[in-house]
């Protein structure tokens, strides 16, 4: 079945640095989604690329997705205690599927 | 309203107990799931429902008991559990069962099997 790898499995950062999370996908991606889960939280939707090299931006953070719709990176540029939490890849694959969650990138950012 | 709500926020049963999860929303989506995350881990699909009806059951074992009574709603039947079932429990909705267009998730339920 389809797998996605997510890496690192943990970080921490002091305030200000940049910070990036990797996801790869065992197959060719319809869409891969971003979510964020805060300590104690649940997941929230961040984004979502469907387009073959797609970036989008959303203000300090940065999503790409890979011309063979195989990978996918999250960029925080200028990391604030606000960061702070689980970032979570999700693949979706062609058909009829369900979201396949990456293990996560937990992100610790110290002041 | 932009919320998928899930009521109880904490649960804490006996193994002999008969317990439900209840979860509502109002963005006239079309699918709507269960997940159980425990700690340091991602989501784990158990349930998906779409129109209302079961569309895909994970092999979650029977005493978990899904149910959809009508779009906005979806209950979790929960009995005879063991303790290894703690986890949080999350709802999630959207659009159509693929998940297009992102996920909205509830706070969930913590539950405590003792």
């Known amino acids: 079945g389809q797998q996605v790898m997510q890496i690192p499995q943990y970080q921490h950062v002091q305030e200000g640095e940049d910070f990036t999370t990797y996801c790869n996908s065992s197959?060719?991606?319809?869409?891969i989604q971003w979510y964020k889960q805060r300590p104690g939280g649940h997941p929230v939707f961040l984004i979502q690329?469907?387009?073959?090299?797609e970036v989008k931006k959303q203000k300090r953070l940065t999503f790409q997705f890979g011309e063979a719709k195989k990978n996918s990176s999250l960029h925080i540029t200028a990391t604030q205690t606000t960061d702070v939490g689980t970032y979570f890849c999700a693949g979706l694959g062609s058909g009829y599927s369900t979201l396949t969650f990456g293990k996560g990138t937990m992100l610790l950012v110290s002041p | 309203d932009t919320e998928v709500t899930q009521t109880p926020k904490h649960l804490v049963m006996g193994m002999t107990n008969k317990k439900s999860l209840k979860c509502e929303q109002h963005?006239?989506?079309?699918?709507m799931y269960w997940y159980k995350q425990k700690a340091k881990k991602p989501p784990e699909l158990m349930f998906v429902?779409?129109?209302?009806?079961?569309?895909i059951n994970e092999s979650v074992p029977s005493r978990f008991s899904p149910e959809c009574p009508n779009s906005s709603l979806l209950n979790l039947h929960l009995h005879a559990l063991q303790p290894e079932d703690s986890a949080l429990y999350l709802c999630a909705s959207s659009h159509q069962a693929r998940g297009d267009y992102g996920y909205t998730f509830g706070s969930g339920t913590r539950l405590t099997v003792v």
């Open positions: 197959t060719t991606l319809s869409n």
């Open positions: 963005m006239g989506h079309r699918a």
């Open positions: 429902y779409s129109y209302e009806k079961l569309s």
């Open positions: 690329l469907v387009k073959s090299g």
